[in-house]
């Protein structure tokens, strides 16, 4: 998303909420690859009844369709108000439940392996990740509401603050996750290394 915003950016006048006027086949680009992945996340979950990816990769996916689709809309009408609230609230909200499957993910590789070698079990896992997960997405999504809706510069630049809010606290979650799944790894390397082995050759079973 981030390389995405990078590469919409095209040098003309200031048009609308903008002030610039998204690349078009940026867009159509980034429509059609998350559309893909959306399908195919769609359909694993189908297949192997893994239900919990539906309202997180999945609606992950749907949320960028909107944004970008949003963004595209805005490439032919930039002055429009709606598209551009569509996909500010689109693309910043998407990853939060894409993360929350990454949650969901780290919590079954524990309960295969052995909940013993975690920090946490897998239900706490889920418990406090989730609960941070959910006040994150509120937090943007009034940012998001607030900023989409702003009358004048100051009430924009609150919004943007409160959107910032939720994204580093985000941002916290990701680096404790990260730091607690590097724990179990080594942890369950150091007192069970068939286990962690298992992890690396893709054998174990998280369906």
């Known amino acids: 998303m981030v390389i995405g915003s990078v590469l919409d950016t095209t040098q003309q006048a200031s ?12 867009c159509v680009f980034f429509v059609v690859s ?4 959306t399908a195919i996340h769609m359909g694993q979950a189908l297949k192997y009844k893994l239900w919990w990816m539906i309202p997180t990769a ?19 009408r930039p002055e429009l108000l709606t598209p551009f609230e569509m996909q500010l609230v689109g693309t910043i909200i998407a990853p939060t439940p894409l993360l929350a499957a990454n949650f969901s993910i780290l919590g079954k590789i524990i309960y ?8 946490l079990t897998p239900l706490m896992y889920s418990l ?12 943007q999504t009034v940012g998001g509401a607030v900023a989409a809706r702003a ?11 409160i959107m910032l809010v939720g994204i580093v606290g985000q941002l916290v979650a990701i680096i404790i996750y990260a730091g607690l799944a590097t724990d179990f790894y080594c942890v ?20």
């Open 151 to 161: 009358a004048s510069d100051t009430s924009a630049n609150s919004g943007g603050r």
């Open 188 to 207: 369950g390397n150091t007192m069970h290394p068939s286990a962690t082995r298992s992890l690396d050759s893709g054998e174990v079973n998280i369906l």
């Open 58 to 76: 999945t609606v992950s996916g749907v949320l960028e369709i909107l944004g970008w689709s949003a963004r595209l809309w805005s490439s032919q």
């Open 15 to 26: 048009v609308g909420p903008y002030n610039y006027v998204p690349t078009e086949w940026v």
């Open 112 to 119: 295969e392996l052995g909940p013993q070698f975690s920090c």
């Open 34 to 37: 998350y559309s893909i992945s």
């Open 128 to 139: 406090i990740f989730y609960s941070f997960d959910v006040i994150c997405l509120t937090i």
